[in-house]
Structure formats: structure tokens, C-alpha cells
């Protein structure tokens, strides 16, 4: 079992509905939970991080958390076509909250006018 | 200001050549990480330094690789004795303080590998 799961996708929207982004990890005691976006050819970007659980908006980003079922998820709003791109999980290794992240392989997210 | 630069940005190599990979993280920041992308995948980590700590190695794939980091600032990672397999994106990032937390890390644009 990867450490780190995401499906690969693509999963495709249409422009202005809601995309949900998924991600389940296996290190129980895992701290803190990031995703990044990548478009292609780029390098990673943050878009939101979450340590506790329940959800946490930042414009029409949402992150939720629910470490008792080990999952991650990513909900993005008015989905624009500049959505497009790979979106990554990442968790931190280990019961402390610092150290090296473990991503996820990425999904692909398509936002089609 | 600027952010965190490699070099080169591509790199073709033939098998069995050793290469160097370049990585200036962002002034101040104490923690660099370097990672691996293979078509399609997600990162890979290789190894993370994180100020005068010995250096978290458990991601490096084979004793072909090695990296270290000089006065906490500019790192360089060795890939000895290449094989196709190394072919990838190797990506370098940097944070302000140690992994995790509300430590972000930010990516430079990467170097492109290709071993023929």
C-alpha cells in the first residue's frame, strides 16, 4: 500500500461546477496535510494546508480533514478552466509535525468551458 | 526576491557518466529538500537538510546518490554512474524553517535528467 493514494484521474468538470479532490494516507499519526497544484511543466505550488480536522476555506478552496479515517479531501468552487492541473497530496512522515512530506502520485483535474 | 534556482534546467547524460544537479534554495530559508518526478508521477523524496542536522537520507534509491549541502545554503546532488532509470525531473524546494507546520516549501523549476 502506497503511503500516500490519490486516483489519477482525469476527473473532468464542467466550468462553475464543484471538483472534489481525494487522498487517503496509511501513517496513522501523520500532523499535517498539504495540497499543492502543478501545471503541466511547472513545478508544485501550495494552495492549502490543514492540521486539524473539519474543513478550512480559503476563497473558493476548501480542505477537510478526518484523521480517524485516515483522508484528506480538496473542494474546489466555481471551477474555472485555470483550474486545470495535476493537484497533489502531501503529509508529513511520522508523528511530528515537521519533516519530509510524502506526496500522493497527483490527480489530474480537467475544467472544461 | 528571488526564489529557489537550479541548474542546469536539462541534462543529457549517457549511461554510466556521474552528474551534478545545483539547487540555491531562497536566502534564510534553513530546510532543502530535493525530490524526483518520473513521467506521470508524483514526487519523490530523496533527501531533506534541515540547518547543522544530519541530513534525513531514507528517500535516496541507491549509494549512486549522494547530496550534500555547503555553509546551509547552495546544495548539490551527485547521481554516480548513471542508468536510463534515473531519468526524471529532479526538483529541488526550500522552506524558512523545518518541514512541516506552517513551514511552506517552494520549488524551482527543476532540472530535467535524461540518461541515454
Known amino acids: 500500500q502506497k503511503e500516500v493514494e490519490q486516483n489519477s484521474g482525469p476527473l473532468s468538470v464542467p466550468e462553475g461546477a464543484i471538483a472534489s479532490l481525494n487522498c487517503t494516507y496509511s501513517?496513522?499519526?501523520?500532523?499535517?496535510f498539504f495540497w499543492y497544484r502543478q501545471y503541466s511543466g511547472k513545478s508544485p505550488e501550495l494552495i492549502m494546508s490543514i492540521y486539524s480536522n473539519g474543513d478550512k476555506e480559503d476563497g473558493r478552496f476548501t480542505a477537510q480533514l478526518n484523521k480517524a479515517s485516515q483522508y484528506v479531501s480538496l473542494l474546489i468552487r466555481d471551477s474555472q478552466p485555470s483550474d486545470s492541473a495535476t493537484y497533489l497530496c502531501a503529509v508529513t512522515h511520522g508523528s511530528s509535525n515537521t519533516g519530509k512530506l510524502i506526496f500522493g502520485q497527483g490527480t489530474t483535474l480537467q475544467v472544461k468551458p | 526576491g528571488a526564489g529557489v534556482s537550479q541548474s542546469p534546467s536539462n541534462k543529457v547524460t549517457e549511461k554510466g557518466k556521474d552528474v551534478e544537479l545545483r539547487c540555491d534554495p531562497i536566502?534564510?530559508?534553513?530546510?532543502l529538500y530535493w525530490y524526483r518526478q518520473s513521467l506521470g508521477q508524483g514526487l519523490e523524496f530523496l533527501i531533506y537538510?534541515?540547518?547543522?542536522?544530519?541530513?534525513?537520507k531514507s528517500g535516496l534509491p541507491s549509494d549512486r546518490f549522494s547530496a550534500e549541502r555547503t555553509g546551509g545554503s547552495v546544495s548539490t546532488l551527485t547521481i554516480q554512474r548513471t542508468q536510463q532509470e534515473d531519468s526524471a525531473v529532479y526538483l529541488c524546494?526550500?522552506?524558512?524553517?523545518?518541514?512541516?507546520?506552517?513551514?511552506?516549501?517552494?520549488f524551482g523549476p527543476g532540472t530535467r535528467l535524461t540518461v541515454l
Open positions: 524546494a526550500s522552506s524558512l524553517g523545518p518541514a512541516g507546520g506552517d513551514n511552506e516549501q517552494f
Open positions: 501513517d496513522r499519526v501523520s500532523q499535517s
Open positions: 537538510f534541515q540547518g547543522n542536522s544530519a541530513p534525513d
Open positions: 536566502s534564510g530559508h534553513t530546510a
